[in-house]
């Protein structure tokens, strides 16, 4: 007699391939085009980032109060992966040759606000450990006025630990957004298996990382005005970023 089926149970984490470092050139030329295949639609999400993007930098020039500056950064990040949500289902719409729609796009965003809060309270709860990280280090390097050395040396440090918080950071965030707009999986399994996709493919990732700073350090210098064609255009490109290095097949497609 032979035993009931029992279904699979789904992994930890997505499998990824292992992609050249030159891959981000391809998923920025895709990106590109998908931006000009949408153009109503790249315009109106870029617009609306780039006047968040200014109401929170004027607030936080302005406000320098750190409980007021948490809440409000906390607000925007919590909308920030609604937005990129919507520009994701323009190029998942483009990639199944349909015609993207601004309602169809809020629908999506709209069903991934119970998964954007798990990815804020994690953000936050970086934040917080990346500022006690701050103070901690402060505490234990304290510099004298006048002396130089053990400025720089304070300054070595924090930039190192710095770094290594936003590595993690990056590395949980670059592929995970994707996954969740495109598939029935919980945004921890999406950001195990960003994480495990950056750490397989090292050199790609670096390479991903470089061309978002570079962007949006461009988008920025124009006076924020460029971030109106640099974010979609980003948000675009990881898409595709997503589709080239992740296997998500174990989970079922969002309708």
Not at 10 to 30: E, F, K, Q, S, V
């Amino acid at each position: 007699m032979s035993l009931p089926h029992e279904p699979t149970q789904a992994p930890l984490w997505a499998d990824c391939r292992i992609l050249p470092w030159t891959a981000p050139l391809t998923w920025l030329r895709a990106g590109w085009g998908d931006y000009w295949r949408a153009p109503g639609l790249s315009f109106i999400y870029g617009a609306l980032i780039t006047v968040l993007s200014a109401m929170v930098s004027w607030f936080a020039w302005s406000l320098g109060r750190f409980a007021l500056l948490s809440l409000l950064l906390s607000g925007f990040v919590f909308v920030a992966p609604l937005l990129a949500v919507g520009l994701y289902s323009v190029s998942r719409d483009l990639g199944n040759q349909m015609q993207p729609r601004l309602q169809r796009s809020f629908e999506l965003a709209r069903r991934m606000i119970g998964q954007a809060g798990v990815l804020t309270l994690l953000l936050l709860v970086v934040l917080l450990v990346w500022s006690r990280a701050g103070m901690l280090l402060y505490a234990l390097m304290p510099v004298q006025a006048g002396d130089r050395g053990a400025l720089l040396e304070l300054l070595a440090v924090g930039s190192a630990v710095g770094a290594l918080f936003a590595s993690f950071v990056f590395a949980m965030v670059a592929f995970s957004l994707p996954m969740i707009a495109d598939r029935g999986v919980d945004m921890v399994t999406a950001c195990l298996s960003s994480i495990h996709a950056v750490l397989r493919n090292k050199l790609a990732a670096m390479v991903w990382a470089g061309a978002i700073v570079v962007l949006i350090a461009l988008g920025v210098l124009l006076g924020l005005v460029g971030l109106i064609v640099v974010m979609p255009w980003l948000a675009y490109a990881t898409w595709h970023g997503y589709l080239a290095v992740l296997d998500p097949t174990p989970w079922p497609r969002l309708q």
